[in-house]
């Protein structure tokens, strides 16, 4: 079960840390990643990374260099920091995880089975 906090209202250019929580055990053995979906639009994929804490992350073009995926697994979390946000980026976002997935794969959003429940992020003056 992975259980989401964070999100909420910023301004432009400002920063937002969303979390993610994951109940269970084996965490450490799962690739994990943020999607987001904005209204009328398909679920999209934001950053991923692999199972091991500071190990191989990957990103969309349009957040590289601006968000940052990281987990630790002592705490069975996962975090996605947000900087420099636009209102392009409002969005509800969601944290997911999957044992035995590829970094290759880990952009697509059928290749997950656990999903947070989504937090909405508004970016707006």
């Known amino acids: 079960q992975l259980v989401q906090s964070g999100g909420g209202l910023v301004q432009p250019g400002g920063s937002l840390r969303l979390s993610c929580a994951a109940s269970?055990?084996?965490?450490?053995?799962?690739?994990v990643a943020w999607f987001r979906q904005a209204p009328g639009k398909e679920r999209e994929f934001v950053a991923s990374?692999?199972?091991?804490?500071?190990?191989?992350?990957k990103y969309t073009d349009s957040v590289r260099g601006r968000f940052t995926i990281s987990r630790d697994n002592t705490e069975n979390m996962v975090y996605l920091q947000m900087n420099s946000l636009s209102p392009e980026d409002t969005a509800v976002y969601y944290c997911a995880a999957d044992k035995n997935l590829r970094m290759s794969d880990s952009g697509r959003p059928g290749a997950y089975d656990y999903w947070g429940q989504g937090a909405q992020v508004t970016v707006s003056s």
């Open positions: 990374a692999t199972s091991w804490s500071n190990g191989p992350t």
């Open positions: 269970g055990s084996a965490f450490s053995s799962y690739v």
